[in-house]
């Protein structure tokens, strides 16, 4: 499961959550610091694991 960033609207603290597909498309996600769901999710840089070494 990927992780995500969001930043809240209401308290305007940002937070990373690490979710599944399924509940980030259900929006089942709120504030950790104000418990709100008014949150907007930001661009973030992402990194891939491979095995093969380069």
Known sequence: MPNYEFICESCQKPFMLHLGLDALEKKEYACPHCKSVNVKR????????TSRKS
Do not use: A, D, L
Not at 42 to 49: E, G, M
């Open 42 to 49: 930001q661009i973030s840089t992402f990194q891939t694991k």
